[in-house]
């Protein structure tokens, strides 16, 4: 069965610290899909990033960066130098299959506070 | 703007009732899937539907029901509503098969509160 794991349940960081959330999976397919949603204040889900199961290369955005280990069924997810706006919930997600079209089996969520 | 649209934004009723959530997917998706969130099971994968058919059923209950239209847009039936239900409701869409993405992108999402 799959299984989306976000073991930290809340972080609070001072503005310009970094940050990293911890995200661990689980599935029996050898083809899947990560994903990463931020969920601000206002309540809606902003895709962040998609990986998928073949490509371990890690990435990065501007101040967001992702370092996906399959050796470890890990997808962790690294703020920079964060700001007020980074402050939101963020849930990691997985989708099993080589479409990508399967339902999302998301995490708890992990709600991050940047204090300025 | 995901593209997505969701209708209405907030919605108050008592239990006992029925409501219908409406759902209009970004020009040219043909996957649309219903989740609910709440407090204490997090966010939960309902139902998703593929060019107007059933694909994948998740936690959803019998007394919710949906459909697609021939249009693309969807429709979660929520009824004989309970205390419980009381969650935000998000639609999502994403291109379907054979696509070069497969992102899914979330409506604003239905606020449902049932008193």
């Known amino acids: 069965a799959q299984k989306v794991t976000q073991a930290q349940t809340e972080i609070s960081v001072v503005e310009k610290e970094d940050v990293t959330l911890d995200c661990v999976y689980e599935?029996?397919?050898?083809?899947?899909?990560l994903f990463w949603y931020k969920q601000p204040p206002s309540g809606e889900l902003v895709f962040l990033i998609r990986r998928n199961s073949f490509d371990e290369q890690n990435e990065i955005s501007g101040r967001y960066s992702w370092n996906f280990q399959k050796s470890t069924s890990s997808f962790n997810f690294t703020i920079t130098a964060s700001q007020v706006v980074d402050s939101a919930v963020y849930f990691c997600a997985l989708s099993e299959g080589n479409s990508g079209n399967t339902p999302l089996v998301f995490g708890k969520g992990t709600r991050l506070s940047v204090i300025a | 703007d995901s593209g997505v649209t969701q209708t209405p934004k907030h919605l108050i009723t008592a239990t006992g009732q029925r409501v219908t959530l409406r759902c209009s997917p970004r020009?040219?998706?043909?996957?649309v899937y219903w989740y609910q969130q709440s407090l204490d099971q997090g966010l939960q994968f309902l139902i998703q539907y593929y060019n107007g058919e059933e694909r994948a059923k998740g936690n959803i209950l019998e007394r919710f029901s949906a459909q697609q239209f021939p249009d693309l847009h969807s429709e979660l039936n929520l009824s004989s509503l309970e205390l419980g239900d009381s969650a935000l409701y998000f639609c999502?869409?994403?291109?379907?098969?054979?696509?070069?993405?497969?992102?899914?992108?979330f409506g604003p999402g239905t606020r449902l509160t049932v008193l």
């Open positions: 599935t029996r397919d050898t083809t899947y899909y």
């Open positions: 999502a869409s994403s291109a379907g098969q054979f696509s070069s993405y497969n992102e899914q992108f």
């Open positions: 020009s040219g998706d043909l996957s």
